[in-house]
């Protein structure tokens, strides 16, 4: 099969289009043929080395960690899904590879692709969605009548953010361009702040959560936006103590990110609001949550461009722009 791979880590490398061997199948595996898949900035990561101490991957490797397509085949022990139906998923951590036309990934992370929407629009919701799901409702336990501030609302995850919110009944405030406010307000931001002009740490106060995921700076920020018992959720960073205990990792990494996440930490502490970092995980039945709230036109995708298969450098290039409004899709087939 023909597969876009990362040769070595390297900030300005590109990926190889390549001919690797068809993905094997377990017992609890089922093999998707991949009509789409989407592009984030956790490929330009992997890519670049930054997770490898966290993410030890071994080279070559196919990167991509969103798709939609077919079943084709399943393995003995699958009785969710037969061949023939159409699937959406995140595939785990150590299985990822969906800039390719083929992948084999346990049946526990897929979910039925929602009737409403294309191949192109499925591929751009796993990873976003979780990673609000996960935020929002499993970490924040996000209620009616609370106050949340999503930051980067035009991007990916908080376009998807932005709607989960409002549907769970939160205010919600964002951050975005000018050139972006209508399209966040239209996802239902009650409260836009233009980054360009003002100082959201100026301008909100009182909220119940906060989901970062901008820059070191903005998460200090961020704790003066809460109220105090508020929750402070960052999904780039540091990560703490937990999601080293989490993740299993060795006794030096685990004191490695103690120390990089001493002074938030400690400053939550002192404003009396809980801070935790939060790396998403596969989730099928989540995703299957997610996919009953699409086809109730609860949540709609936003696809900012799709890419022919061919262009999946150029794709993974306009990610790291940051202008992409919403989510980048490759057209696999």
Not at 200 to 212: A, M, R, T
């Amino acid at each position: 099969m023909k597969a876009f791979v990362v040769d070595k880590y390297n900030k300005k490398g590109i990926l190889r289009l390549a001919e690797m061997p068809e993905p094997e199948l377990g017992d609890s595996d089922v093999l998707v043929e991949i009509h789409a898949a989407a592009v984030n900035l956790l490929d330009s990561k992997i890519r670049t080395g930054e997770f490898k101490l966290i993410l030890p991957y071994r080279l070559p490797l196919i990167l991509g960690h969103d798709l939609a397509g077919t079943v084709v085949r399943v393995g003995s022990k699958v009785r969710k899904f037969k061949p023939g139906d159409d699937v959406y998923a995140r595939p785990r951590d150590g299985r990822v590879g969906t800039f390719a036309e083929f992948i084999a990934m346990d049946e526990a992370d897929l979910a039925l692709k929602p009737e409403n929407l294309s191949m192109e629009e499925a591929a751009s919701i796993p990873l976003v969605g979780l990673t609000a799901w996960q935020a929002l409702i499993e970490r924040a336990n996000l209620k009616k009548g609370q106050k949340v501030f999503i930051q980067a609302g035009s991007g990916g995850v908080g376009t998807f953010a932005i709607q989960l919110a409002k549907h769970l009944g939160a205010t919600v405030a964002t951050t975005t361009s000018a050139a972006s406010a209508d399209l966040v307000k239209g996802l239902g931001a009650d409260v836009v702040v233009d980054y360009r002009k003002d100082d959201f740490e100026k301008v909100l106060s009182g909220y119940d959560v906060v989901l970062n995921s901008q820059d070191a700076k903005t998460l200090e920020k961020s704790l003066n936006v809460l109220k105090p018992g508020g929750k402070l959720i960052s999904i780039s960073g540091p990560p703490d103590p937990e999601f080293a205990r989490e993740k299993g990792l060795n006794l030096v990494l685990r004191l490695i990110l103690r120390f990089l996440s001493r002074a938030i930490r400690a400053k939550a502490k002192r404003r009396g609001v809980k801070f935790s970092f939060l790396f998403m995980r596969a989730q099928g039945d989540q995703l299957s949550k997610i996919t009953s709230f699409i086809e109730s036109g609860a949540i709609r995708p936003v696809v900012d461009r799709v890419f022919p298969f061919e262009a999946t450098n150029e794709a993974l290039a306009y990610v790291e722009t940051g202008r992409a409004k919403g989510k980048v899709v490759i057209k696999v087939r």
